[in-house]
C-alpha cells in the first residue's frame, strides 16, 4: 500500500468522502475511465485508512472522521448504487469500506451501542439496503453487495426494512419507523426480486442470492415468523413455483432443503401447519420424491415426513395419502435403499412407514384446524 | 442459477486428472480458441451443503493476480457444477517431483513466486490453508500459480483469526492442529514444508501416519534441513518459515526480502523442470489412452408404472379398496384408537422439540446441526459485540469442528491420499530393509536383529498399518475412528519398540484362531473368490486404490517406478506384492491378509458397484 502515498501527496481523511462523491459524479461525463482509476486510488485510501495493514494499526480518531464524513456526503448511498461501475479491486475495496464503516464504533461508545453508520442507514438512509440487495441485478456487484448485506441482516432492524421494503405503500412512510409487521406486502418490494435473483442469474449471483435469502429467512425467527405468517400465500406460492419446482438442480435442491429447515424451526410452527394442511403441498413434495435425482429425493423426503407425522392432517391431505396408500407403503420400503449408514434415515423411513400403514381408511375430520394464515380475506 | 447453454461454449478434450471434488478436463474455448481447464464437480454425489463449494468460487472469483489461477467462469449443467479456469500445462510441483527432486535454484524461484502469491492472497484478506506442491501449478512457461481453494478462508477483518481445523497434516502449522486461533502466518508454516517437500521429494514424516502427525508436529521441534548439502541460505529460509511460534513467524512480505529469495532466478529457468518431467515421462510408456471426456447421459432406471395419483375422482383407482374397507373396518377402529393416535401426535410435537425422533438433525443433520452451533454464537455476539466482528465473516462454528463442509470432506480425503502416501513410504522403506536410511521415524534395529523383529516390522508395515488405514478410511462413525487410531498408535509404538513381540503376539493370534473350528472357517476365506475382478491390487497395497482412479496415470508411473525400483536381490519381496504369493516364512500371514483384502475388496464393490 505504501506505494500509493510515495509518488502522490496524500489528500486528508477528511477531505477523502468529498473527493469520492466528486470522482462518482463525474463517472458519466467524458473522462469516466479515468476518473473511475481516481475513484479506485481514493477507494484504497479509504481502506487503508479504516482498516490499517498487517503492520500498521488503524488510528480511532481518523476512522471516526471518515465515516462521519461518509455519512455527511451520503457516500454510502452513493456507492452502492455505483458499485457495478467501479473497477475490480475498488469493488472489493468498497465491499472492504462499507463493512468496517458499517461496524465502527467510537471508542468512547458502549460496546453494546449500535454502530454510527449503521444507525444513521437504518433510520435516516434505508435505501442503502435496499440498493445493496440490487447489486444482484448485475453480477459484477453481487459478490460485493451481498457479502456487505450478509453483515448487515445480523441487525434484525436492517433485516426488517429489507423485508418490509414496498414502493407501493402509500405515503412517504418509508425506513424504520414506517414498518407495520402485520401489513400485508404488494410483492413489489425489494426482498420480492430475490426469486428472480436465484433462479435467473448466472450460477454465481443465483448462490449468492440464495445465501442471501436463507439469512434473511433463518436469522430472525420471530421476526420472520410474523412476516411469514402475513405473506403466506404471496410467499410460498413463489416459493414453490420459482424455486422448488427450479429447472436448475442448485435452486432446486437448496430451496427444498430450506423449506425444511423453516418448517421444523419451532418459531415458525403457526407456518408450517398452515403449510402441510394443503393438499397442494403435499402433491409438490410427493414428487419431489420420484424426482431422478437422489439428492433432491432425499432433501424432499425431509419436508414429506413433516405431511405424514402431522396428528392432524387435513381431509385433503388424507386423501391424496390414502389413494396412494399401497404405492407409498412399496415406494418407501425401497426408498434410498443405498443410505445403509444413515440411521435417523431408516429410522424416520420406518416410523413414515408405519404412519401411513395406520391410517384409518376414511378420511377423518381432523380435530385441530391450522390458522389460517395470510388467505383468510382472499 | 442454470445456464446450459454456457456448456456448448467449450469443446472439452481429455482428462487431466482429479481433484479434490471431481474431474478436471483440458477444453477450448470455442469463442476464442484458448486452451482451458474445466472442473466438473458433480453436486448429486456431495451430501455437503453446496454453500461450501461455492465458497472456493467466491474465494477464486475475488482473485485477480498473476500468482494466482485465474478463475473464469462457473455455471450448472444438470447437476454437474463446470468451473473454468485458467490451463496450465506444465503440471502441478507434485507431478513434476516424480522426476526426481528440485534443485535449490529452482526452489528459490517457486518460493518467491509463491511468496508473492501468498502477499497477494494475505493483504485481500484471503488464507490458503492447503499450501502443499501438489496445489502449485506451472504453466508451459514456467509461470508458477496457486491452485485449489478448496478450504480457503476469507476474512472480513485483517487481523481476525480463524479456528477451523482445515489442511493436509503433513502440512499444517502447528497452531493450526492446536486450533487456538491461527492467521495468514499458518500459510509461511506450509510453504516451508513445501520447500522441504520439494528438496527431499515429501515432506518430513512422510511415513509417519498421517493421525500420528498431527501429535508429532505441535510435539516436536520444528523440521530443519541439516547437513552440508543444502546451502546456508536455503536452510535459514526453511528455518524461518517453520518458526513454532506464529508470533515470530515472518510475514510473506518479509520473507521476500530473504537472501534465498532475493537470489532467485527466473522464471524461465522452470522450464528445466517441465522438460525434465516430459523426458521423463517419454522414457516410461506412454499412457494407453488419454481419457477421453464422455457426456454422461443420466438414465437413471425410472420405475414409472405406478405414478402418484392424485386425482380424487379417479374411480378405478378407489373401487377395488371398497371390497375390502369392510374387513378392516375392524382393525381401522383399533388403528383410530388411543394408543396409535396420541403416539403419533407425540411425535408430531416433537417434530419442533431437540430430542424428537423425527428431529430434524442428522445426514443433512449434520448440516443442520451446523447451522444451529452457528446461530448459537451469534446470539452470544449480540451480548458481546466486540466479539461479533471476529465472528461476522465467519459461516463456520467456532467450535472445533472436524467435519465441517467440504473440509471435513477434504481432510478425509487428504488423510487417504496421504494414506497413499505414506504406505508409499513404507513400501520403499520396505524394500530396503537393511540399513534403511529414509525411514528416520523408526528407531533403528540395533545389533541384535533377530529374524522374527524383521518378521514383526514386516507384519506391521504390510499387514497391520495398511489394514488401520484401510478400515480408518472406512469407518465414517467419528468415535469409531478415533478408538482406531488409538489402537493404531499403540500398535505402532509396539512396532517401535518391540518388533519381536509384535510377531509373536500375531503368531499367538493367528494360531489361535487356528485352533478354534468355527472361527478358523469364518476367518479363512475361499480361495479365489475374494479376489476377482481387481486381479491388480493387492491387499497390501488397498489404500492407495482408494485414492487414485484405475487409470490413473500418475498412479501407473508411481506403481511402476515402484515395482522398477524394486532391487534385483529383492526379487522374492517384490513378488510378494502380488496376490496369490507365498512368501517364505510368512506363510501365516498369508491368510490374514485375505481375510483383508476380502473385506476391502467388499468394500469397495459396495461404493463402486458398477467396477
Given at each position: 500500500?505504501?506505494?500509493?502515498?510515495?509518488?502522490?501527496?496524500?489528500?486528508?481523511?477528511?477531505?477523502?468522502?468529498?473527493?469520492?462523491?466528486?470522482?462518482?459524479?463525474?463517472?458519466?461525463?467524458?473522462?469516466?475511465?479515468?476518473?473511475?482509476?481516481?475513484?479506485?486510488?481514493?477507494?484504497?485510501?479509504?481502506?487503508?485508512?479504516?482498516?490499517?495493514?498487517?503492520?500498521?494499526?488503524?488510528?480511532?480518531?481518523?476512522?471516526?472522521?471518515?465515516?462521519?464524513?461518509?455519512?455527511?456526503?451520503?457516500?454510502?448511498?452513493?456507492?452502492?448504487?455505483?458499485?457495478?461501475?467501479?473497477?475490480?479491486?475498488?469493488?472489493?475495496?468498497?465491499?472492504?469500506?462499507?463493512?468496517?464503516?458499517?461496524?465502527?464504533?467510537?471508542?468512547?461508545?458502549?460496546?453494546?451501542?449500535?454502530?454510527?453508520?449503521?444507525?444513521?442507514?437504518?433510520?435516516?438512509?434505508?435505501?442503502?439496503?435496499?440498493?445493496?440487495?440490487?447489486?444482484?441485478?448485475?453480477?459484477?456487484?453481487?459478490?460485493p453487495a451481498g457479502t456487505v448485506?450478509?453483515?448487515?441482516?445480523?441487525?434484525?432492524?436492517?433485516?426488517?426494512?429489507?423485508?418490509?421494503?414496498?414502493?407501493?405503500?402509500?405515503?412517504?412512510?418509508?425506513?424504520?419507523?414506517?414498518?407495520?409487521?402485520?401489513?400485508?406486502?404488494?410483492?413489489?418490494?425489494?426482498?420480492?426480486?430475490?426469486?428472480?435473483?436465484?433462479?435467473?442469474?448466472?450460477?454465481?449471483?443465483?448462490?449468492?442470492a440464495f445465501t442471501t435469502f436463507r439469512e434473511l429467512l433463518t436469522r430472525h425467527k420471530s421476526l420472520v415468523a410474523q412476516y411469514l405468517s402475513t405473506n403466506f400465500d404471496l410467499f410460498f406460492d413463489k416459493y414453490n413455483n420459482l424455486l422448488v419446482k427450479s429447472e436448475s438442480y442448485v435452486t432446486k435442491r437448496q430451496s427444498i432443503k430450506l423449506l425444511g429447515e423453516i418448517l421444523l424451526d419451532r418459531a415458525n410452527y403457526a407456518v408450517m401447519t398452515a403449510y402441510v394442511d394443503r393438499g397442494e403441498h403435499l402433491k409438490i413434495c410427493m414428487n419431489l420424491l420420484r424426482d431422478e435425482r437422489k439428492m433432491v429425493q432425499y432433501e424432499g423426503f425431509h419436508v414429506f415426513?413433516?405431511?405424514?407425522?402431522?396428528?392432524?392432517?387435513?381431509?385433503?391431505?388424507?386423501?391424496?395419502?390414502?389413494?396412494?396408500?399401497?404405492?407409498?407403503?412399496?415406494?418407501?420400503?425401497?426408498?434410498?435403499?443405498?443410505?445403509?449408514?444413515?440411521e435417523q434415515f431408516i429410522d424416520e423411513r420406518e416410523f413414515l412407514i408405519k404412519q401411513i400403514r395406520n391410517m384409518p381408511l376414511q378420511p377423518v375430520e381432523p380435530t385441530q384446524k391450522p390458522a389460517l394464515l395470510g388467505s383468510q380475506s382472499r | 442459477m442454470s445456464s446450459e447453454g454456457a456448456a456448448s461454449q467449450y469443446q472439452v478434450l481429455e482428462e487431466l486428472g482429479s481433484g479434490s471434488f471431481g474431474v478436471v478436463y483440458k477444453a477450448i474455448e470455442r469463442s476464442t480458441g484458448d486452451v482451458v481447464a474445466i472442473k466438473h464437480i458433480d453436486l448429486e454425489s456431495s451430501e455437503d451443503d453446496i454453500q461450501e463449494i461455492q465458497q472456493e468460487i467466491s474465494v477464486l472469483s475475488t482473485c485477480a493476480s498473476p500468482y494466482v489461477t485465474q478463475y473464469k467462469a462457473s455455471f450448472l449443467r444438470g447437476h454437474k457444477l463446470w468451473i473454468v479456469m485458467e490451463y496450465l500445462g506444465g503440471g502441478s510441483c507434485?507431478?513434476?517431483?516424480?522426476?526426481?527432486?528440485?534443485?535449490?535454484?529452482?526452489?528459490?524461484?517457486?518460493?518467491?513466486?509463491?511468496?508473492?502469491?501468498?502477499?497477494?492472497?494475505?493483504?485481500?484478506?484471503?488464507?490458503?490453508?492447503?499450501?502443499?506442491?501438489?496445489?502449485?501449478?506451472?504453466?508451459?512457461?514456467?509461470?508458477?500459480?496457486?491452485?485449489?481453494?478448496?478450504?480457503?478462508?476469507?476474512l472480513t477483518n485483517i487481523k481476525s483469526q480463524r479456528n477451523t481445523f482445515v489442511g493436509t497434516p503433513f502440512w499444517m502449522a502447528p497452531e493450526v492442529i492446536q486450533q487456538a486461533g491461527y492467521d495468514f502466518k499458518a500459510d509461511i508454516w506450509s510453504l516451508g514444508i513445501t520447500a522441504m517437500e520439494m528438496i527431499n521429494g515429501e515432506p518430513p514424516n512422510a511415513a509417519v501416519h498421517p493421525m500420528k502427525v498431527l501429535f508429532l508436529i505441535p510435539k516436536a521441534p520444528a523440521p530443519r534441513l541439516e547437513g552440508n548439502h543444502y546451502s546456508k541460505d536455503f536452510k535459514d529460509f526453511v528455518s524461518q518459515c517453520?518458526?513454532?511460534?506464529?508470533?515470530?513467524?515472518?510475514?510473506?512480505?518479509?520473507?521476500?526480502?530473504?537472501?534465498?529469495?532475493?537470489?532467485?532466478?527466473?522464471?524461465?529457468?522452470?522450464?528445466?523442470?517441465?522438460?525434465?518431467?516430459?523426458?521423463?515421462?517419454?522414457?516410461?510408456?506412454k499412457p494407453s489412452h488419454p481419457r477421453l471426456y464422455e457426456e454422461t447421459l443420466n438414465n437413471m432406471p425410472k420405475h414409472e408404472p405406478d405414478e402418484w395419483v392424485f386425482d380424487t375422482v379417479k374411480a378405478s383407482t378407489i373401487a377395488p379398496r371398497k371390497n375390502t374397507t369392510k374387513r378392516r373396518k375392524l382393525s381401522v377402529i383399533h388403528a383410530n384408537g388411543q394408543g396409535i393416535t396420541s403416539g403419533a401426535e407425540e411425535a408430531f410435537k416433537q417434530l419442533d422439540l431437540k430430542d424428537a425422533p423425527l428431529e430434524y438433525s442428522s445426514p443433512p443433520?449434520?448440516?443442520?446441526?451446523?447451522?444451529?452451533?452457528?446461530k448459537q454464537p451469534s446470539i452470544m455476539q449480540l451480548a458481546t459485540p466486540t466479539k461479533s466482528r471476529q465472528a461476522s465473516s465467519q459461516k463456520k462454528p467456532l467450535q472445533p469442528?472436524?467435519?465441517?463442509?467440504?473440509?471435513?470432506?477434504?481432510?478425509?480425503?487428504?488423510?487417504?491420499?496421504?494414506?497413499?502416501?505414506?504406505?508409499?513410504?513404507?513400501?520403499?522403506?520396505?524394500?530396503?530393509?537393511?540399513?534403511?536410511?529414509?525411514?528416520?521415524?523408526?528407531?533403528?534395529?540395533?545389533?541384535?536383529?533377530?529374524?522374527?523383529a524383521i518378521l514383526g516390522r514386516r507384519v506391521f508395515n504390510r499387514i497391520v498399518d495398511p489394514s488401520f488405514q484401510e478400515l480408518h478410511a472406512q469407518t465414517s462413525n467419528q468415535a469409531k475412528r478415533e478408538a482406531l487410531s488409538r489402537l493404531a498408535d499403540a500398535w505402532s509404538a509396539l512396532d517401535a519398540v518391540d518388533p519381536e513381540g509384535e510377531f509373536q503376539f500375531i503368531k499367538t493370534m493367528m494360531e489361535r484362531v487356528q485352533a478354534d473350528p468355527k472361527l478358523s472357517s469364518h476367518l479363512t476365506p475361499v480361495k479365489?473368490?475374494?479376489?476377482?475382478?481387481?486381479?491388480?491390487?493387492?491387499?497390501?497395497?488397498?489404500?492407495?486404490?482408494?485414492?487414485?482412479?484405475?487409470?490413473?496415470?500418475?498412479?501407473?508411473?508411481?506403481?511402476?517406478?515402484?515395482?522398477?525400483?524394486?532391487?534385483?536381490?529383492?526379487?522374492?519381496?517384490?513378488?510378494?506384492?502380488?496376490?496369490?504369493?507365498?512368501?517364505?516364512?510368512?506363510?501365516?500371514?498369508?491368510?490374514?491378509?485375505?481375510?483383508l483384502y476380502g473385506r476391502w475388496a467388499g468394500g469397495l464393490r459396495n461404493r463402486w458397484p458398477a467396477v
Open positions: 500500500m505504501a506505494f500509493l502515498f510515495g509518488r502522490r501527496p496524500r489528500t486528508n481523511t477528511v477531505d477523502l468522502p468529498k473527493q469520492a462523491k466528486e470522482q462518482i459524479s463525474r463517472l458519466d461525463g467524458p473522462a469516466g475511465a479515468a476518473k473511475a482509476e481516481e475513484l479506485a486510488k481514493t477507494l484504497a485510501q479509504m481502506k487503508f485508512v479504516l482498516q490499517g495493514t498487517q503492520e500498521v494499526e488503524a488510528s480511532p480518531e481518523q476512522v471516526y472522521t471518515l465515516v462521519t464524513g461518509m455519512i455527511q456526503e451520503d457516500l454510502l448511498y452513493l456507492l452502492a448504487i455505483n458499485l457495478q461501475r467501479l473497477p475490480f479491486e475498488a469493488r472489493k475495496d468498497a465491499q472492504v469500506i462499507f463493512s468496517y464503516v458499517l461496524r465502527f464504533r467510537p471508542p468512547t461508545a458502549s460496546p453494546k451501542s449500535e454502530p454510527i453508520a449503521l444507525s444513521y442507514v437504518i433510520n435516516n438512509r434505508p435505501e442503502v439496503f435496499v440498493e445493496l440487495c440490487n447489486g444482484y441485478d448485475q453480477k459484477e456487484s453481487a459478490t448485506l450478509r453483515e448487515v441482516l445480523k441487525s434484525e432492524q436492517a433485516a426488517a426494512i429489507i423485508l418490509y421494503d414496498d414502493p407501493t405503500a402509500n405515503g412517504n412512510s418509508k425506513g424504520l419507523t414506517g414498518i407495520q409487521l402485520d401489513s400485508r406486502q404488494s410483492g413489489e418490494g425489494v426482498f420480492w426480486k430475490f426469486f428472480n435473483w436465484i433462479d435467473q442469474g448466472s450460477f454465481e449471483v443465483g448462490a449468492d415426513k413433516v405431511f405424514v407425522a402431522n396428528p392432524h392432517k387435513s381431509i385433503a391431505v388424507q386423501k391424496i395419502l390414502l389413494i396412494n396408500r399401497d404405492r407409498l407403503l412399496s415406494f418407501l420400503k425401497h426408498f434410498l435403499e443405498d443410505r445403509t449408514e444413515d | 507434485l507431478d513434476l517431483l516424480k522426476a526426481g527432486s528440485f534443485n535449490e535454484a529452482h526452489i528459490a524461484i517457486i518460493c518467491r513466486e509463491l511468496l508473492l502469491g501468498l502477499e497477494y492472497l494475505h493483504q485481500e484478506g484471503k488464507i490458503h490453508r492447503d499450501i502443499k506442491a501438489a496445489n502449485v501449478l506451472l504453466s508451459n512457461s514456467g509461470k508458477v500459480k496457486l491452485a485449489d481453494f478448496g478450504v480457503a478462508a476469507q517453520l518458526v513454532k511460534d506464529c508470533d515470530r513467524r515472518p510475514s510473506a512480505k518479509e520473507l521476500l526480502r530473504h537472501r534465498f529469495i532475493r537470489s532467485a532466478g527466473k522464471v524461465e529457468g522452470l522450464r528445466e523442470l517441465i522438460e525434465r518431467k516430459q523426458e521423463w515421462d517419454g522414457g516410461k510408456m443433520p449434520v448440516t443442520v446441526k451446523k447451522s444451529t452451533i452457528r469442528d472436524m467435519n465441517f463442509g467440504n473440509s471435513g470432506c477434504s481432510t478425509v480425503r487428504i488423510c487417504r491420499r496421504v494414506s497413499d502416501n505414506s504406505t508409499t513410504a513404507q513400501v520403499n522403506s520396505d524394500i530396503s530393509v537393511p540399513g534403511s536410511t529414509r525411514d528416520e521415524n523408526r528407531p533403528p534395529m540395533g545389533g541384535t536383529v533377530t529374524k522374527e479365489g473368490t475374494s479376489r476377482d475382478g481387481t486381479p491388480q491390487a493387492s491387499p497390501q497395497k488397498s489404500p492407495t486404490k482408494l485414492v487414485l482412479a484405475q487409470n490413473n496415470p500418475h498412479l501407473r508411473s508411481h506403481r511402476r517406478r515402484q515395482t522398477s525400483m524394486a532391487p534385483e536381490p529383492e526379487f522374492k519381496e517384490k513378488l510378494s506384492n502380488l496376490p496369490g504369493q507365498a512368501v517364505p516364512g510368512m506363510e501365516h500371514t498369508k491368510q490374514l491378509a485375505d481375510v
